[in-house]
């Protein structure tokens, strides 16, 4: 009997790398992507973030956990400044842990192991191995969220938001009030015109105090229907949409949501984002790999097409892996011009909203 001409044929032969003195981030992803497992995955990744950035597309970046809270925004503002990131959607959580850097309230790292009760009783809390003070870091800056509403409740007042113009106006205070703006990626998106989105109005220490500043006669209207509409609206009059998910969770499930929000609740023909990366160690298995995979995705019609060069998922750490994509693109990409699609929202969500008719 003749054998079967092999159906790995046109692969790829793997040539064991070596590694050499001096090698740059760029050169090293690339010696990675010629091994295999995850090491290849981040590589396609790296690959991916560069293609959206060079195709123009408009990026949507997905912040779960607490990466943020553990000194990560200052990645968040680099890609800011570079152009490299257009809307973004993150837990209200980071949000709030955010600004503690930009007003100067005590984040330290700290040893992960040791006695729980005992920073209980010196007003200590902890986030894994990130040390947060009870009075000087949470409640102030639980003071400083309610004095933002008070300062500038002309702004908020009478009228339903949306989370991002929320936060838009919060980082425009933040940056006039804060001693060290530039630590701040809500400061940062606000000064660029990015829609920062959160993944619940209700799940987060800011919602907390505004139910506080409701009681003491300064209610502020969220307006979840307007999230959902204005971030569809960014999908849907995008030339073309990359989305970058650290994470599972709210924040990736918010912004794959926009696919169907158009063509399954609003009935406007739509075929999904073009491209997506996501990091994170979730599995499918056990349905906690938020939102699903990539390829299930497109059966939702979040995602045109279930194409491996276009939707990559690197299991890990995103700590670990983030970092090394956003230096790569900075390093091979050059800057874009800011959308600043803050001031497009209005009309691109009556421009969506024409198109049912």
């Known amino acids: 009997m003749a054998s079967n001409r092999s159906l790995f044929a046109e692969a790829p032969n793997i040539v064991p790398p070596r590694l050499e003195k001096n090698l740059s981030l760029s050169e090293l992803l690339e010696l990675m992507g010629q091994t295999s497992f995850e090491a290849r995955h981040v590589y396609r990744g790296a690959r991916l973030f560069r293609r ?57 790292a700290i040893y992960p192991h040791g006695d729980d009760n005992l920073l209980r009783q010196h007003g200590d809390t902890r986030i894994y191995d990130i040390g947060i003070r009870e009075k000087e870091t949470l409640e102030a800056q639980d003071a400083l969220i309610r004095r933002f509403v008070a300062e500038r409740y002309d702004r908020l007042r009478d009228k339903p938001l949306s989370s991002w113009q929320f936060n838009h106006e919060l ?7 804060a001693p060290h703006p530039e630590h701040s990626f809500v400061i940062a998106a606000a000064e660029h ?48 949409s990359g ?31 073009e491209q997506g990366l996501q990091i994170g160690t979730a599995v499918e298995r056990d349905g906690s790999l938020s939102s699903c995979t990539f390829s299930e995705s497109v059966t939702w019609g979040k995602y045109q097409s279930a194409d491996e060069e276009k939707l990559v998922q690197i299991w890990g750490e995103y700590s670990v892996i983030f970092p090394l994509l956003a230096a790569y693109v900075l390093q091979q990409c050059r800057p874009r011009k800011p959308q600043r699609i803050v001031r497009s929202l209005p009309a691109w969500s009556k421009s969506m909203i024409e198109a049912r008719t």
């Open 243 to 273: 989305f970058i998910e650290l994470g599972g969770g709210g924040p990736k499930n918010f912004i794959q949501q926009t696919g169907p929000t158009i063509s399954q609740i609003l009935g406007i023909e739509f075929e999904g984002a």
């Open 171 to 177: 980082g425009l205070w933040a940056k006039e009030t």
């Open 52 to 108: 959206m950035v060079e195709t123009g597309d408009t990026i949507w970046l997905g912040i779960a956990g607490a990466g943020i809270a553990g000194g990560m925004g200052g990645f968040v503002i680099s890609l800011i400044e570079a152009g490299f990131v257009d809307v973004i959607c993150s837990t209200g959580a980071q949000v709030y842990h955010d600004l503690h850097f930009a007003f100067g309230l005590p984040v330290k």
């Open 193 to 240: 015109g990015i829609p920062l989105f959160w993944d619940s109005l209700a799940n987060h220490s800011i919602a907390m105090n505004l139910a506080r500043t409701d009681l003491e006669g300064m209610p502020v209207t969220l307006a979840a229907q307007k999230d959902i509409l204005d971030s569809a609206a960014i999908a849907y009059c995008a030339k073309g």
